[in-house]
């Protein structure tokens, strides 16, 4: 009975495998579609301001946005793959200033659409049938195409930054689906000081009640590759 009973249990832990070459390629493209959301980390400086109040800001909330990318994957190893990945990050923040002492509140928002250019190193573990997880790690450039200047805040155009992510190749019949969760860190700071940009001299106190703004963004993707 038992003799009879192994062929079937064997035939149902092993699955037929979805493009068993696909990984072998030497370069091959995709592109993905997803959502993130981005963040500052800001540093006050508590300094008066000339009208005489102390404004401290804050973004309380993440702002859902939409991102768009090309993928180009160069294999590099059976565990190792190299991978460029421009994308187009449309997104906002919502500035909160509170002034100290009547807690009086100004709000403004910075949309930021970036244009980022990150360079990857991919690896990736045993597949198992149909699936394989992998991670992420690089580093990534970008170009803010939102910038409005004559508001309270300007963000200066162009930031760099390291990132890290973790995701799974799921081997469809015809192409790879990978959902992808990244953590982007930006070193930069983004606080642009030099205001003669600013038609309403007033509002200079908010951009001094700062010293420092570094990105932060947490996109999910979708690879279709």
Same mark, same amino acid.
């Given at each position: %009975?038992?003799?009879?009973?192994?062929?079937?249990?064997?035939?149902?832990?092993?699955?037929? =495998?979805?493009? +068993?070459?696909?990984?072998?390629?030497?370069?091959?493209?995709?592109?993905?579609?997803? %959502?993130?959301?981005?963040?500052?980390?800001?540093?006050?400086?508590?300094?008066?301001?000339?009208?005489?109040? $102390?404004?401290?800001?804050?973004?309380?909330?993440?702002?859902?946005?939409?991102?768009?990318?090309?993928?180009?994957? *160069?294999?590099?190893?059976?565990?190792?793959?190299?991978?460029?990945?421009?994308?187009?990050?449309?997104?906002?923040?919502?500035?909160?200033?509170? @002034?100290?002492?009547?807690?009086? @509140?100004?709000?403004? $928002?910075?949309?930021?659409?970036?244009?980022?250019? #990150?360079?990857?190193?991919?690896?990736?573990?045993?597949?198992?049938?149909?699936?394989? #997880?992998?991670?992420?790690?690089?580093?990534?450039?970008?170009?803010?195409?939102?910038?409005?200047?004559?508001?309270?805040?300007?963000?200066?155009? %162009? /930031?760099?930054?390291?990132?890290?992510?973790?995701?799974? /190749?799921?081997?469809? +019949?015809?192409?790879?689906?990978?959902?992808?969760? =990244?953590?982007?860190?930006?070193?930069?700071?983004?606080?642009?000081? /030099?205001?003669? /940009?600013?038609?309403? +001299?007033?509002?200079? *106190?908010?951009?001094?009640?700062?010293?420092?703004?570094?990105?932060?963004?947490?996109?999910? $993707?979708?690879?279709? @590759?």
């Amino acid at each position: %009975m038992i003799a009879l009973l192994a062929p079937g249990i064997q035939a149902q832990k092993e699955k037929v =495998k979805n493009q +068993p070459y696909a990984d072998l390629k030497l370069f091959h493209l995709g592109f993905h579609v997803g %959502m993130h959301t981005q963040d500052l980390i800001l540093s006050n400086t508590g300094v008066t301001s000339a009208a005489g109040g $102390t404004w401290f800001a804050e973004i309380p909330n993440y702002s859902p946005g939409f991102s768009v990318g090309i993928i180009g994957d *160069m294999f590099l190893s059976p565990y190792f793959n190299l991978r460029f990945i421009p994308s187009l990050n449309f997104g906002d923040k919502k500035f909160i200033f509170r @002034e100290h002492e009547t807690g009086e @509140e100004y709000t403004t $928002t910075v949309r930021s659409n970036y244009l980022t250019f #990150p360079v990857e190193l991919k690896y990736s573990s045993f597949r198992l049938n149909n699936y394989r #997880p992998y991670l992420t790690g690089g580093v990534y450039g970008a170009i803010d195409l939102g910038r409005k200047k004559g508001e309270a805040i300007l963000l200066k155009g %162009m /930031d760099y930054g390291l990132s890290f992510g973790i995701g799974c /190749d799921i081997y469809l +019949p015809y192409f790879k689906l990978c959902p992808e969760l =990244k953590f982007c860190f930006g070193l930069k700071n983004l606080l642009e000081t /030099d205001r003669p /940009d600013l038609t309403q +001299p007033e509002l200079i *106190m908010y951009t001094d009640a700062l010293s420092k703004a570094t990105s932060r963004m947490i996109v999910l $993707t979708f690879n279709f @590759e």
